[in-house]
């Protein structure tokens, strides 16, 4: 396991059209984040799984966007209808949690560059 | 509103001198602080951390101070070499929320010249 896998790592696709992305994780890291990333800015947070369970999501989060972990090991994040505004890199994140407390830092994934056109 | 401000989009040093990168944050609930680093059309890899309870922590040629009075921190880079060239972010979670999200700054770009 050499680290955080994306695919795909590149979509084009047409407004109004629904895309998938999917991110599988360092296999022993539970906690697994989603980030979006525009030109000229940081990683923005949209949500977060530990295991399974879909515990946060970012008010940037719109109806349009599901994410998904369901047996706790790969996560898929699709966007319905997509928007111009949407374009963006998508960076899946992956941490451990350790038992006595306290979360070890992330590691990306290279990211999934989707353009709407 | 930025939480988590890098007021140089830019930097620029020779090679072998040091290169200081600056972060200020406005969120007092932040206790841990990271800095990445980022090469054009690639995932953001971690350099270094340091939480609250410290206000240095060094790994090589990377130190990062914390001023938590000043709600300011920094990385320095010493020497600096070519191949440090990247976008590099500053990053903070407030561990007691839960999520230990991250909140990113815009990024500072360093170019190390040869």
């Known amino acids: 396991d050499t680290g955080v896998s994306q695919d795909p790592r590149h979509k084009i696709t047409k407004r109004g059209q629904n895309v998938t992305f999917r991110c599988d994780p360092i296999?022993?890291?539970?906690?697994l984040y989603w980030y979006r990333q525009t030109l000229g800015q940081g990683p923005e947070f949209l949500t977060y799984?530990?295991?399974?369970?879909?515990?946060?999501k970012s008010r940037l989060l719109s109806d349009r966007f599901s994410a998904e972990r369901p047996k706790g090991s790969f996560s898929t994040l699709e966007i319905q209808r997509t928007e111009q505004g949407d374009s963006a890199m998508y960076l899946c994140?992956?941490?451990?949690?350790?038992?006595?407390?306290?979360?070890?830092?992330?590691?990306f994934g290279q990211g999934t560059r989707l353009t709407v056109v | 509103d930025q939480q988590v401000k890098q007021n140089s989009p830019s930097l620029s040093v020779q090679e072998g001198r040091i290169s200081i990168l600056n972060c200020d944050y406005t969120?007092?609930?932040?206790?841990?602080f990271l800095w990445y680093k980022k090469y054009p059309a690639e995932g953001p890899t971690f350099l270094i951390s340091?939480?609250?309870?410290?206000d240095k922590n060094e790994d090589g040629r990377f130190t990062v101070f914390l001023n938590k009075s000043a709600k300011h921190l920094s990385l320095h880079i010493v020497p600096s070499q070519p191949g440090d060239s990247a976008v590099y972010f500053c990053?903070?979670?407030?561990?007691?929320?839960?999520?230990?999200?991250?909140?990113f700054g815009k990024g500072t770009k360093l170019t190390v010249n040869p």
């Open positions: 994140a992956s941490s451990a949690v350790y038992e006595q407390g306290g979360v070890a830092e992330a590691f």
């Open positions: 296999s022993e890291h539970n906690r």
């Open positions: 799984f530990q295991n399974e369970a879909q515990l946060e």
């Open positions: 969120n007092s609930m932040f206790d841990y």
């Open positions: 340091i939480s609250s309870i410290k």
């Open positions: 990053a903070a979670s407030a561990t007691g929320g839960g999520s230990e999200k991250l909140v």
